[in-house]
């Protein structure tokens, strides 16, 4: 078996440490390949992220044939950008055990309340001109049904699984947890949101789906913290929150 480690925006395979220690540590017979494909690709759209990452599963199934099941792990953008693969992936379509994310906005990122965030969010929107937080804001089209988000929610893959982990946290402003559920929540107001729902409750059906909610414990007069910044990084850089992650996943990652 093998699991599969994406990073988030701007991340780097150091983002994934903990995951992969623990994994390789109590995985039996389990092989933890963090993904590298777009460590350098800063600024391409979520779905050339996802054809990159979908030809480096290829090129290392192909180097390791025995492999029979295929589990993935994303964090944040990283959990699009495996989505964004896997129609790339449909030789592969049975060998596909469970896939987990951790704060990934399927149904894109809300304006958070936060007047601080929200600026930062665009500037780093604006300034590095990103097409995949534009793509994340549901502003890569002037029409809605034709931006990225919504087209990747009618795709292929999540079907494949056995297991769907959808991992968010109610403090966490970067990535509403009801996004991160795949879950309509009271600021989705547009029935393009519903129409996203209705075609992603289509391919979870018949899967083993679970649910968590992680409350991050908060720490005071932290303005990361504050701002809601913190809680979306702790996904991945908190070691409690990691473990606790990683060894509830475990047992669903073997074959």
């Given at each position: 078996?093998?699991?599969?480690?994406?990073?988030?925006?701007?991340?780097?395979?150091?983002?994934?440490?903990?995951?992969?220690?623990?994994?390789?540590?109590?995985?039996?017979?389990?092989?933890?390949?963090?993904?590298?494909?777009n460590?350098?690709?800063?600024?391409?759209?979520?779905?050339?992220?996802?054809?990159?990452?979908?030809?480096?599963?290829?090129?290392?199934?192909?180097?390791?044939?025995?492999?029979?099941?295929?589990?993935?792990?994303?964090?944040?953008l990283?959990?699009?950008?495996?989505?964004?693969?896997?129609?790339?992936?449909?030789?592969?379509s049975?060998?596909m055990?469970?896939?987990?994310?951790?704060?990934?906005?399927?149904?894109?990122?809300?304006?958070?309340?936060?007047?601080?965030?929200?600026?930062?969010?665009?500037?780093?929107?604006?300034?590095?001109?990103?097409?995949?937080?534009?793509?994340?804001?549901?502003?890569?089209?002037?029409?809605?049904?034709?931006?990225?988000?919504?087209?990747?929610?009618?795709?292929?893959?999540?079907?494949?699984?056995?297991?769907?982990?959808?991992?968010?946290?109610?403090?966490?402003?970067?990535?509403?947890?009801?996004?991160?559920?795949?879950?309509l929540?009271?600021?989705?107001?547009?029935?393009?949101?519903?129409?996203?729902?209705?075609?992603?409750?289509?391919?979870?059906?018949?899967?083993?789906?679970?649910?968590?909610?992680?409350?991050?414990?908060?720490?005071?007069?932290?303005?990361?913290?504050?701002?809601?910044?913190?809680?979306?990084?702790?996904?991945?850089?908190?070691v409690?929150?990691?473990?606790?992650?990683a060894?509830?996943?475990?047992?669903?990652?073997?074959?």
């Amino acid at each position: 078996s093998v699991v599969f480690l994406v990073h988030g925006f701007h991340g780097s395979d150091f983002d994934m440490r903990h995951f992969q220690a623990l994994w390789t540590h109590f995985g039996h017979r389990l092989h933890v390949k963090i993904s590298t494909s777009n460590s350098r690709s800063k600024n391409i759209s979520t779905l050339e992220m996802g054809k990159n990452f979908a030809d480096e599963v290829i090129n290392f199934l192909h180097l390791h044939p025995l492999v029979k099941n295929i589990s993935f792990y994303g964090h944040s953008l990283g959990g699009i950008v495996i989505r964004a693969a896997l129609p790339y992936l449909t030789s592969f379509s049975s060998m596909m055990r469970t896939i987990v994310t951790t704060g990934s906005p399927h149904l894109a990122r809300r304006v958070s309340g936060f007047g601080i965030l929200d600026f930062g969010f665009i500037l780093v929107k604006d300034v590095t001109k990103s097409t995949a937080l534009n793509e994340l804001s549901l502003r890569d089209h002037i029409n809605v049904r034709e931006t990225a988000i919504f087209q990747l929610a009618s795709e292929v893959g999540l079907n494949w699984f056995e297991n769907v982990f959808l991992i968010g946290s109610p403090q966490d402003l970067m990535v509403s947890f009801e996004s991160a559920h795949m879950e309509l929540s009271d600021y989705m107001k547009r029935p393009e949101y519903s129409e996203m729902i209705t075609q992603l409750q289509k391919r979870l059906e018949g899967r083993n789906v679970v649910k968590i909610t992680v409350n991050m414990e908060r720490e005071k007069n932290n303005l990361d913290w504050i701002l809601g910044r913190r809680p979306h990084l702790e996904f991945i850089e908190h070691v409690g929150v990691t473990k606790h992650i990683a060894m509830r996943v475990l047992p669903f990652l073997h074959g």
